[in-house]
Each structure stands twice: as structure tokens, then as C-alpha cells.
């Protein structure tokens, strides 16, 4: 059998499976938009890089009678739906992260779900440790995977560890994320504080995002791990004013933007924000660090290759920007529904989508450039752009729990 047809018979090996629980739909949506979950963008230009060297490889081995050397075959994309019925909790989720070792993680109010590449478990939770709010789900460098819920809860080894359970701080709310700076701190977001873990404990660090008297915090919103395992949150003063900390555990950098909501880091340092996602006149920002840029597209949930491509969640539809290019891919090419819930990367260039009551989407764009229907999305300035405020602060962070 030639190598062009084993490749495309390994493509088409995986079935697609047939199309409640708690809990409101529109609450799904809206709380997955506020968490917007680590993505290892390092692991994702490896797996990219493997997947590249691979197919180059094969095109030296496709030759013909005369020795001359074929063209290497266009691999087409890959759609692959997965539910209750291949070994989901549920199919009704909230978040959905890739782990350090290509493992598919979702979570659920029924339950936390593990792919390990061939099929689908439900992961058992020590008693004490069920979520009582829509539970997010990030990953860490290190390995761990992280419960963001009343509970922030670590998976590592084949065991769950509460770290920390909100429930039993009295100024602590549910959290919405966990994430790890690059320094190896662990970060967490809840509401009103940020915090950071220091010898197993949660030490809050709402003084470290307040560097001058007029720079006052205000509660934390979004949290994202850039290039460079750089930290950047947003949050608000309380006043109508939104900011971004970006730094780590010994200075952040603080700066006025126009939206709360931080979506994604690129390869190349810009960051991107969604404003009011869910509203008609909704809007897709980006900052590259001299001035904002605006596209006419409402998005809850984005993340990046290590390549740079930017893979968007919006209403109906996701959409792929390469290099400068838009792409829109819809239940028309096997979507399995309307409205998502998280979206992560695997190694292999996969775009993982959890379905909200659908389930999990597995799309994998293959090497057709024109895969997906083009769409035209153009970027205009931002007119309100505004610019860095007051300087970094090298105050380390203080005061505990």
C-alpha cells in the first residue's frame, strides 16, 4: 500500500459518534468566557514542528518510476465528536484543557473526563472535592492539571490535592482560573483578589497590583500566561477603567486599556481582548504594544499556535487567522453545535472545542490552506486607544490569607 493511502486511511480511522444536566446553558457560555484557561503554546510549536517534519519526510519517499519526487499529498482535515456515549461525564461542559503530556481534559458539574489520545474516562474525585459552581479546568507546565471551582484542586501523580477550598475563606469567593508564571509560581484569580501560592498556601497579592496610590485595583477579571511565561491580568478600578498587570512575582507593568476581558497572548507579544462578546456591536481588539486595533467579530474564548496562528471562538462558528487571513469553519463542516463552552491545542495541531451540550469537537485543520471558507475581517484603529500608565513597581508581593 503506497504511503499516500496509509495516511489517508489513518485519517479516517477515528468514528464520528451520534449526536442535561444542571445548570443553565447561557451560564455555561458566560462563565467559560471569564476563564480563559492556560494553553502550553511551547508544547503546541513542538507538536506543530513534529507535524511539519513528518509530512516534509514523506515527500522523499513518494517517488515514481522515473526517480523523480512526487508532490506531497494535501492532508485533509479531520472532524471527530465525542459524548456521554464514548465515556464523557456529560456532555453538558464547562471548560476543556490539553495537559502537558497530550491528554484532553474536560470539565463538567457532573464530573471531570480524561482522553488519553485512544478513549474517553471519567476521572473519580476524593469526596469533599465536587464542584458546587461551574468548574473550570487549566493545565500547568509542571504536568498538573487544576479544578477551578469553590476549590482550586491539583491532579499530579494520579491524585487530586485541594489547595485551596474557598468555601472555608470568608473573603474568598469561587475561583476562575489557575495558571503558572514562568518563574514557577502558581497563580489563582477569584472575583475581587489575585493570589499566589507560596509553600502549599494562598497567600493574596492585591498590593502588588497597586503601585502608586492613583493606580487602585479594583477586582481581578482575566488571567493569561504570555510568551515567556509572562503574567497578565486584567482587572478594574472600579470606575469604568480597565487594566492590564502584566508581569511576575517581583514587578508588574500596569496599563490602561479599553476592555476587561483578555482573551489571548500571541507568539509575538500582542493581546488580545474581546468587548462584550455576547452584544450585537461586539467587538475583537487586539494591543501590540503601540496601539490597539479593532476587528468587527464577537469572541469568547481564543488561543495560539506557537506557528502564530489564532484559533477564535465566536457565536456560531470558529475562526482561524494565518497570517493575516480569515477562516471560518461552521456545523456546516461537522461542528457539532452552535455555542462553545472552551477551546485548547494539542501537539498535534488538533483544535480541541467543548460543545456546550454537545459534548467534545476534535478538529484537526490537516494541510489544506484552503480549508474552511474565507471570511473578511479588517482590522481597523482603535480610536479611544490609550496608553501605558504609571511605571513598573518592584515591590514583591505581600500579605497573606
Known sequence: MRLDELL??????????????????DAVIRRGARRRALRNGAATAIGLLLVAGTVGANAWLLGNDTGEVAATPTIPETWTTYTAADGLATDCLCDIAVATDGTVWTAALDGISRFDGVTWSVVATPQGL?????PGISTTPDGAVWVSSDFAGRYAGGEWTVVVDARSVDELGPFIDVAM???GTVWTIEGDHMGMLEDGELVLVDEHFQPTDDVRFGGMLDLVIGPGGKLHVTGSTGDGVYRLYRGDATSVEVFDVPSSGILAVSPDGSVWFDQ???????????????????????????????DGTGWFVGSGAIYRLQEERWTRFTVDEELAGHEFAGIALGADGSVWLAVADYGVTRFHP??????????????????ESSWPSPPPTTEAPAAGV
Open 8 to 25: 489517508e486511511r489513518e485519517l479516517h480511522t477515528e468514528h464520528d459518534a451520534l449526536p442535561h444536566n444542571e445548570g443553565s446553558l
Open 130 to 134: 465536587a464542584p458546587e459552581g461551574l
Open 181 to 183: 508564571s514562568g518563574d
Open 276 to 306: 462584550g462578546w455576547f452584544d450585537t456591536e461586539a467587538r475583537l481588539i487586539r494591543w501590540d504594544g503601540a496601539g490597539f486595533t479593532t476587528y468587527p467579530l464577537g469572541v469568547s474564548h481564543a488561543v495560539f499556535a506557537g
Open 366 to 383: 490537516g494541510s489544506d490552506p484552503d480549508a474552511g471558507s474565507p471570511v473578511d475581517i479588517a482590522g481597523t484603529p482603535y480610536p
